[in-house]
T-cell receptor, first 112, second 117 residues
Framework: SQQGEEDPQALSIQEGENATMNCSYK?????LQWYRQNSGRGLVHLIL?????REKHSGRLRVTLDTSKKSSSLLITASRAADTASYFC????????????FGSGTQLTVLP | NAGVMQNPRHLVRRRGQEARLRCSPM?????VYWYRQLPEEGLKFMVY????????ESGMPKERFSAEFPKEGPSILRIQQVVRGDSAAYFC???????????????FGDGTRLSIL
């Protein structure tokens, strides 16, 4: 599988429920980032977690990082219909290179 | 407080023509990254440029594709003799010199959607 693989590929939940998306990666990283993309639009940065951090919160978002398992999770609490979008994790590799490696994304649908 | 600006938003070309995609980074940003996104897939890195320099082009096809970031003006991604397989969304991201050495996110534009007839 590629660096930065998300699962599930698609997730459909009811408004008010929590949504959890997972991401696995392969190489050493400086940080891991989560982005959101609405259909036909660009990427919006949600949250960045550094390699020495284990958990980070931002509003209704909670991100965890387990560098020993090379995995991360994104939890969206109390979901809203407006949260419907594709969510991507991206790894910023160790070293001088800064190009991000993206997974193929999780398509989240929140039903009203 | 403009973000990363890409134009055009949509571009239609016939096979064999040239496509030129432009990216103006955020004010104060001197690092530009180009990514390509095929339908239903994540973004794939193409090229990383600083002003007047290509830092890493490992993700860019050797044939037909080129990129530049001149001292003045936007960064340009140029695709010559386009083929159907070039149809994709092309995204540009930028960061500052300081951001590129620290744990700061890149800022993305809304992309150019290239369609090849």
């Amino acid at each position: 599988s590629q660096q930065g693989e998300e699962d599930p590929q698609a997730l459909s939940i009811q408004e008010g429920e929590n949504a959890t998306m997972n991401c696995s990666y392969k190489t050493s990283i400086n940080n891991l980032q989560w982005y959101r993309q609405n259909s036909g639009r660009g990427l919006v940065h949600l949250i960045l977690i550094r390699s020495n951090e284990r958990e980070k919160h931002s509003g209704r978002l909670r991100v965890t990082l387990d560098t020993s398992k090379k995995s991360s999770s994104l939890l969206i609490t109390a979901s809203r219909a407006a949260d419907t979008a594709s969510y991507f994790c991206a790894t910023d590799p160790s070293g001088s290179a800064r190009q991000l490696t993206f997974g193929s994304g999780t398509q989240l649908t929140v039903l009203p | 407080n403009a973000g990363v600006m890409q134009n055009p938003r949509h571009l239609v070309r016939r096979r064999g023509q040239e496509a030129r995609l432009r990216c103006s980074p955020m004010k104060g940003h001197s690092h530009v990254y180009w990514y390509r996104q095929l339908p239903e897939e994540g973004l794939k890195f193409m090229v990383y440029l600083q002003k007047e320099n290509i830092i890493d082009e490992s993700g860019m096809p050797k044939e037909r594709f080129s990129a530049e970031f001149p001292k003045e003006g936007p960064s340009i991604l140029r695709i010559q003799q386009v083929v159907r397989g070039d149809s994709a969304a092309y995204f540009c991201a930028s960061s500052s010199l300081r951001d590129s050495h620290s744990n700061q996110p890149q800022h993305f534009g809304d992309g150019t959607r290239l369609s090849i007839l």
